[in-house]
T-cell receptor, first 114, second 112 residues
Framework: DTGVSQNPRHKITKRGQNVTFRCDPI?????LYWYRQTLGQGPEFLTY????????KSRLLSDRFSAERPKGSFSTLEIQRTEQGDSAMYLC????????????FGPGTRLTVL | KQEVTQIPAALSVPEGENLVLNCSFT??????LQWFRQDPGKGLTSLLL?????REQTSGRLNASLDKSSGRSTLYIAASQPGDSATYLC???????????FGSGTRLSIRP
């Protein structure tokens, strides 16, 4: 257990539905990252926050995706109008600062879109 | 754009062997590099972080080296055990970026 928690651990939804995932980072960590991982691949960066500010978003993050970190603590990732191609593991990580610091990952949320 | 390659993609060895996992990256302007372990269906566990000014880092039976100028890192596992079976991921953190880029990993299986 790294201290980063994610909920739910698994989500099965029908195409077209909206889903929301939550990430609770290690409490003193000011950086929070979201990644997406498909089978057999390494995680791909989606977005990151410095405290409550969203500083970068990947081109992978289409308009259907939105992430928030309202009080600089937990974060949510919402996917609207889900598509089968959204099926993946969504991983959250946090770190104390940026470049020089280890990123600690949560267990992930596995999304299956039927 | 940083690209990370890990070779081999999969490796199966008998218990007790020493082994080396390789990682190469195209942009040598990195700030640090992390090695992670991932068990099936689980999140990632950080094993080692090497700063760009370092040549190697050790933790128990693991030793990671970094040759920034040639864009290569290796993870050495001594006296492998069945519990070492997992996917190992290499992830450099670029100097001009704010995120780490992952390779596809090496899937390691240690046979008892």
């Amino acid at each position: 257990d790294t201290g980063v928690s994610q909920n739910p651990r698994h989500k099965i939804t029908k195409r077209g539905q909206n889903v929301t995932f939550r990430c609770d980072p290690i409490s003193e960590h000011n950086r929070l990252y979201w990644y997406r991982q498909t089978l057999g691949q390494g995680p791909e960066f989606l977005t990151y926050f410095q405290n409550e500010a969203q500083l970068e978003k990947s081109r992978l993050l289409s308009d259907r995706f939105s992430a928030e970190r309202p009080k600089g603590s937990f974060s949510t990732l919402e996917i609207q109008r889900t598509e089968q191609g959204d099926s993946a593991m969504y991983l959250c990580a946090s770190s104390l600062g940026d470049r020089g610091h280890t990123q600690y990952f949560g267990p992930g949320t596995r999304l299956t879109v039927l | 754009k940083q690209e990370v390659t890990q070779i081999p993609a999969a490796l199966s060895v008998p218990e007790g062997e020493n082994l080396v996992l390789n990682c190469s990256f195209t942009d040598s302007a990195i700030y640090n590099l992390q090695w992670f372990r991932q068990d099936p269906g689980k999140g990632l566990t950080s094993l080692l972080l090497i700063q760009s000014s370092q040549r190697e880092q050790t933790s128990g039976r693991l030793n990671a080296s970094l040759d920034k100028s040639s864009g290569r890192s290796t993870l050495y596992i001594a006296a492998s055990q069945p519990g070492d079976s997992a996917t190992y991921l290499c992830a450099p953190f670029g100097s001009s970026a704010s995120k780490i880029i992952f390779g596809s990993g090496t899937r390691l299986s240690i046979r008892p």
